[in-house]
Protein backbone atom coordinates (compact mmCIF):
# COMPACT_ATOMS: atom_id res chain seq x y z
CA UNK A 1 0.00 0.00 0.00
CA UNK A 2 2.45 2.45 0.85
CA UNK A 3 4.23 2.11 -2.91
CA UNK A 4 0.58 2.53 -4.70
CA UNK A 5 0.15 5.80 -1.74
CA UNK A 6 3.65 6.83 -3.06
CA UNK A 7 2.62 6.54 -6.74
CA UNK A 8 -0.34 8.74 -6.86
CA UNK A 9 2.25 11.21 -5.22
CA UNK A 10 5.39 11.22 -7.08
CA UNK A 11 6.51 11.90 -10.65
CA UNK A 12 9.46 9.59 -10.50
CA UNK A 13 7.53 6.70 -10.43
CA UNK A 14 4.99 7.32 -12.33
CA UNK A 15 7.77 7.57 -15.09
CA UNK A 16 9.03 4.20 -13.67
CA UNK A 17 5.73 2.79 -14.15
CA UNK A 18 5.21 4.30 -17.94
CA UNK A 19 8.36 3.11 -18.59
CA UNK A 20 8.22 0.02 -17.25
CA UNK A 21 5.03 -0.79 -19.34
CA UNK A 22 6.60 0.74 -22.59
CA UNK A 23 9.50 -1.80 -22.17
CA UNK A 24 7.43 -4.59 -21.65
CA UNK A 25 5.43 -3.85 -24.79
CA UNK A 26 9.21 -4.19 -26.90
CA UNK A 27 10.42 -7.16 -25.31
CA UNK A 28 6.84 -9.10 -24.92
CA UNK A 29 6.22 -8.52 -28.67
CA UNK A 30 10.23 -9.55 -29.45
CA UNK A 31 11.28 -11.92 -27.25
CA UNK A 32 9.07 -14.24 -28.86
CA UNK A 33 11.24 -13.97 -32.11
CA UNK A 34 14.70 -14.79 -29.78
CA UNK A 35 13.04 -17.78 -28.17
CA UNK A 36 11.86 -19.57 -31.59
CA UNK A 37 14.74 -18.30 -33.43
CA UNK A 38 17.18 -19.39 -30.67
CA UNK A 39 19.75 -16.45 -30.50
CA UNK A 40 19.75 -15.49 -26.89
CA UNK A 41 23.40 -15.53 -27.38
CA UNK A 42 23.64 -12.93 -30.13
CA UNK A 43 21.50 -10.75 -28.07
CA UNK A 44 24.22 -11.20 -24.91
CA UNK A 45 26.73 -9.81 -27.91
CA UNK A 46 24.28 -7.02 -29.09
CA UNK A 47 23.39 -6.08 -25.38
CA UNK A 48 27.13 -5.92 -24.13
CA UNK A 49 28.37 -4.16 -27.09
CA UNK A 50 26.27 -1.50 -26.37
CA UNK A 51 28.69 0.01 -23.74
CA UNK A 52 30.56 0.78 -25.64
CA UNK A 53 28.61 2.89 -27.08
CA UNK A 54 27.62 4.36 -24.02
CA UNK A 55 31.47 5.37 -22.75
CA UNK A 56 32.43 6.36 -26.03
CA UNK A 57 29.26 9.25 -25.83
CA UNK A 58 30.06 9.72 -22.34
CA UNK A 59 33.75 10.36 -23.29
CA UNK A 60 32.69 13.01 -26.07
CA UNK A 61 29.96 14.40 -24.21
CA UNK A 62 27.09 13.37 -26.73
CA UNK A 63 23.89 11.86 -25.37
CA UNK A 64 24.36 8.19 -23.52
CA UNK A 65 21.44 6.78 -25.21
CA UNK A 66 22.40 8.51 -28.57
CA UNK A 67 25.74 6.19 -27.85
CA UNK A 68 23.39 2.97 -27.14
CA UNK A 69 21.45 3.12 -29.75
CA UNK A 70 24.32 3.55 -32.14
CA UNK A 71 26.51 1.02 -30.85
CA UNK A 72 23.19 -1.63 -30.50
CA UNK A 73 22.05 -1.24 -34.16
CA UNK A 74 26.00 -1.31 -35.13
CA UNK A 75 26.35 -4.56 -33.17
CA UNK A 76 23.63 -5.75 -34.37
CA UNK A 77 24.49 -5.97 -37.88
CA UNK A 78 28.14 -7.09 -37.39
CA UNK A 79 26.92 -10.04 -35.20
CA UNK A 80 24.27 -10.81 -37.65
CA UNK A 81 26.64 -11.11 -40.71
CA UNK A 82 29.24 -12.78 -38.58
CA UNK A 83 26.43 -15.12 -37.83
CA UNK A 84 25.80 -15.67 -41.56
CA UNK A 85 28.89 -15.77 -42.49
CA UNK A 86 31.07 -17.51 -40.28
CA UNK A 87 28.81 -20.40 -38.49
CA UNK A 88 31.85 -22.38 -37.63
CA UNK A 89 33.88 -19.82 -35.91
CA UNK A 90 30.47 -17.05 -34.58
CA UNK A 91 30.79 -18.71 -31.12
CA UNK A 92 34.48 -17.14 -30.35
CA UNK A 93 33.33 -14.67 -33.04
CA UNK A 94 30.66 -13.33 -30.48
CA UNK A 95 32.57 -13.71 -27.83
CA UNK A 96 35.28 -11.69 -28.50
CA UNK A 97 32.80 -8.88 -29.98
CA UNK A 98 30.90 -9.38 -26.27
CA UNK A 99 33.89 -8.80 -24.38
CA UNK A 100 35.66 -6.10 -26.55
CA UNK A 101 32.76 -3.81 -26.50
CA UNK A 102 32.83 -4.08 -22.43
CA UNK A 103 36.35 -3.51 -23.17
CA UNK A 104 35.81 -0.42 -24.62
CA UNK A 105 33.38 1.20 -22.40
CA UNK A 106 35.30 0.38 -19.82
CA UNK A 107 38.64 1.79 -21.15
CA UNK A 108 36.61 5.16 -22.32
CA UNK A 109 34.73 5.66 -18.84
CA UNK A 110 37.94 5.59 -17.34
CA UNK A 111 39.28 8.35 -19.59
CA UNK A 112 36.01 10.77 -18.61
CA UNK A 113 36.82 13.06 -16.18
CA UNK A 114 34.97 12.86 -13.17
CA UNK A 115 32.46 9.81 -12.33
CA UNK A 116 29.05 9.66 -13.29
CA UNK A 117 26.86 7.74 -11.05
CA UNK A 118 24.61 7.18 -14.46
CA UNK A 119 26.83 5.09 -15.74
CA UNK A 120 26.12 2.27 -13.01
CA UNK A 121 22.05 2.48 -14.50
CA UNK A 122 23.42 1.39 -17.96
CA UNK A 123 25.26 -2.07 -16.15
CA UNK A 124 22.50 -2.28 -13.95
CA UNK A 125 19.68 -0.46 -14.73
CA UNK A 126 17.74 1.99 -12.34
CA UNK A 127 13.91 2.56 -13.42
CA UNK A 128 13.48 4.96 -11.06
CA UNK A 129 15.82 7.49 -12.91
CA UNK A 130 13.32 7.26 -15.68
CA UNK A 131 12.52 10.90 -16.66
CA UNK A 132 9.75 12.45 -19.23
CA UNK A 133 12.56 12.39 -22.36
CA UNK A 134 13.54 8.89 -21.70
CA UNK A 135 9.69 7.87 -22.07
CA UNK A 136 9.26 9.86 -25.28
CA UNK A 137 12.23 8.21 -26.71
CA UNK A 138 11.16 4.58 -25.29
CA UNK A 139 7.44 5.59 -26.99
CA UNK A 140 9.11 6.33 -30.04
CA UNK A 141 11.24 2.91 -30.29
CA UNK A 142 8.52 0.56 -29.33
CA UNK A 143 6.41 2.68 -32.53
CA UNK A 144 9.23 1.89 -34.67
CA UNK A 145 9.26 -1.88 -33.56
CA UNK A 146 5.55 -2.18 -33.48
CA UNK A 147 4.99 -0.73 -37.44
CA UNK A 148 7.71 -3.15 -39.16
CA UNK A 149 6.28 -6.33 -37.38
CA UNK A 150 2.43 -4.88 -38.62
CA UNK A 151 4.45 -4.42 -41.94
CA UNK A 152 6.77 -7.56 -41.87
CA UNK A 153 5.51 -10.10 -39.60
CA UNK A 154 5.11 -12.81 -42.40
CA UNK A 155 8.63 -12.52 -43.18
CA UNK A 156 9.72 -12.47 -39.44
CA UNK A 157 8.15 -15.69 -39.01
CA UNK A 158 8.87 -17.61 -41.65
CA UNK A 159 13.05 -17.11 -41.63
CA UNK A 160 12.13 -17.55 -38.11
CA UNK A 161 10.84 -21.19 -38.13
CA UNK A 162 12.22 -22.50 -41.50
CA UNK A 163 14.97 -20.54 -43.36
CA UNK A 164 15.13 -23.18 -46.03
CA UNK A 165 11.33 -22.75 -46.90
CA UNK A 166 11.71 -18.53 -46.70
CA UNK A 167 14.63 -19.04 -49.32
CA UNK A 168 12.74 -20.80 -51.99
CA UNK A 169 9.12 -18.59 -51.43
CA UNK A 170 11.64 -15.78 -51.97
CA UNK A 171 11.91 -14.13 -48.96
CA UNK A 172 15.17 -12.09 -48.24
CA UNK A 173 16.22 -13.98 -45.83
CA UNK A 174 19.58 -12.51 -44.92
CA UNK A 175 17.98 -8.78 -45.21
CA UNK A 176 14.90 -9.39 -42.31
CA UNK A 177 17.27 -11.33 -40.15
CA UNK A 178 19.68 -8.38 -40.10
CA UNK A 179 16.34 -6.30 -39.84
CA UNK A 180 14.94 -8.49 -36.97
CA UNK A 181 18.49 -8.16 -35.24
CA UNK A 182 17.94 -4.29 -35.31
CA UNK A 183 14.78 -4.41 -33.84
CA UNK A 184 16.11 -6.41 -30.80
CA UNK A 185 18.94 -3.69 -30.96
CA UNK A 186 16.25 -1.51 -30.17
CA UNK A 187 14.03 -3.66 -27.92
CA UNK A 188 18.05 -3.50 -26.07
CA UNK A 189 18.13 0.48 -25.97
CA UNK A 190 14.14 0.10 -24.33
CA UNK A 191 15.13 -2.31 -21.60
CA UNK A 192 18.85 -0.57 -20.37
CA UNK A 193 17.15 1.94 -18.16
CA UNK A 194 14.90 -1.16 -16.49
CA UNK A 195 17.20 -3.89 -16.09
CA UNK A 196 20.80 -2.81 -17.03
CA UNK A 197 22.34 -4.33 -20.06
CA UNK A 198 24.18 -7.27 -17.66
CA UNK A 199 20.67 -8.17 -16.66
CA UNK A 200 18.75 -7.59 -19.98
CA UNK A 201 18.85 -11.16 -21.54
CA UNK A 202 16.60 -12.62 -18.92
CA UNK A 203 13.70 -9.96 -19.49
CA UNK A 204 14.03 -10.70 -23.05
CA UNK A 205 13.98 -13.86 -23.39
CA UNK A 206 12.27 -15.07 -20.30
CA UNK A 207 8.64 -13.90 -20.61
CA UNK A 208 8.64 -15.08 -24.15
CA UNK A 209 9.71 -18.63 -23.16
CA UNK A 210 6.99 -18.83 -20.46
CA UNK A 211 4.35 -17.69 -22.87
CA UNK A 212 5.76 -20.71 -25.64
CA UNK A 213 5.34 -23.13 -22.85
CA UNK A 214 1.56 -22.73 -22.99
CA UNK A 215 0.70 -21.40 -26.29
CA UNK A 216 1.45 -22.33 -30.10
CA UNK A 217 1.42 -19.44 -32.20
CA UNK A 218 3.40 -16.71 -32.21
CA UNK A 219 1.01 -13.78 -32.03
CA UNK A 220 -0.44 -15.43 -28.98
CA UNK A 221 2.87 -15.57 -27.88
CA UNK A 222 3.65 -11.78 -27.96
CA UNK A 223 0.83 -11.10 -26.11
CA UNK A 224 0.82 -13.50 -23.28
CA UNK A 225 4.95 -12.21 -23.17
CA UNK A 226 3.76 -8.34 -23.27
CA UNK A 227 1.41 -9.37 -20.18
CA UNK A 228 3.75 -11.31 -18.04
CA UNK A 229 6.63 -8.67 -18.89
CA UNK A 230 4.38 -5.83 -17.50
CA UNK A 231 3.35 -7.85 -14.84
CA UNK A 232 6.70 -9.14 -13.72
CA UNK A 233 8.31 -5.32 -14.22
CA UNK A 234 5.44 -3.78 -12.41
CA UNK A 235 5.67 -6.33 -9.51
CA UNK A 236 9.33 -5.93 -9.05
CA UNK A 237 8.51 -2.75 -8.87
CA UNK A 238 6.45 -2.13 -6.09
CA UNK A 239 8.46 -5.00 -4.26
CA UNK A 240 11.85 -3.11 -4.20
CA UNK A 241 10.48 0.20 -3.40
CA UNK A 242 10.00 -0.60 0.55
CA UNK A 243 12.78 -2.28 1.44
CA UNK A 244 14.79 -0.24 -1.35
CA UNK A 245 15.96 -2.94 -3.15
CA UNK A 246 17.49 -2.84 -6.94
CA UNK A 247 14.43 -2.91 -9.19
CA UNK A 248 16.13 -4.08 -12.09
CA UNK A 249 17.41 -7.21 -9.86
CA UNK A 250 14.41 -7.77 -8.70
CA UNK A 251 12.43 -7.59 -11.91
CA UNK A 252 14.96 -10.18 -13.24
CA UNK A 253 14.23 -12.58 -10.32
CA UNK A 254 10.61 -12.29 -10.45
CA UNK A 255 11.14 -13.22 -14.09
CA UNK A 256 13.14 -16.21 -13.62
CA UNK A 257 10.93 -17.81 -10.50
CA UNK A 258 8.11 -17.63 -12.53
CA UNK A 259 9.82 -19.42 -15.31
CA UNK A 260 10.81 -21.77 -12.94
CA UNK A 261 6.97 -22.01 -11.77
CA UNK A 262 5.91 -22.54 -15.33
CA UNK A 263 8.32 -25.39 -16.07
CA UNK A 264 6.89 -27.32 -12.96
CA UNK A 265 2.98 -26.80 -14.09
CA UNK A 266 4.18 -27.02 -17.05
CA UNK A 267 5.52 -30.66 -15.83
CA UNK A 268 2.46 -31.78 -13.49
CA UNK A 269 0.30 -31.03 -16.42
CA UNK A 270 1.91 -33.42 -19.13
CA UNK A 271 2.88 -36.02 -16.61
CA UNK A 272 -1.10 -36.39 -15.90
CA UNK A 273 -2.27 -35.96 -19.86
CA UNK A 274 0.30 -39.31 -19.83
CA UNK A 275 -1.10 -41.21 -16.99
Given at each position: ??????????????????????????????????V?????Y??????????????????????P??????????????????????????????????????????????????????????????????????L???????A????????????????????Q??????????????????????????????????????L?????????????????????????????????????????????A??V???????????????????????
Open positions: MEFFHALMEFAFLQNALMGGLLASLGCGVIGPYVVKRISLVGGIAHAVLGGVGIAYYFGWPFGGALVAAVVAALVIGWVSLRWRQQEDMLIGAFWAGGMAIGILFISLTPGYNVDLMSFLFGNILLITRDDLLMAALDVILALIAVFHRQFQAVCFDEFARLRGVGVTQFYLLLLCMVALTLVLLIQVVGLILVIAVSLPAAIAGQWVRSLSAMMLLATVLAAAVTLSGLGLSYGPDLPSGTILLSAALYCLSTVMMGIRKRRIQG
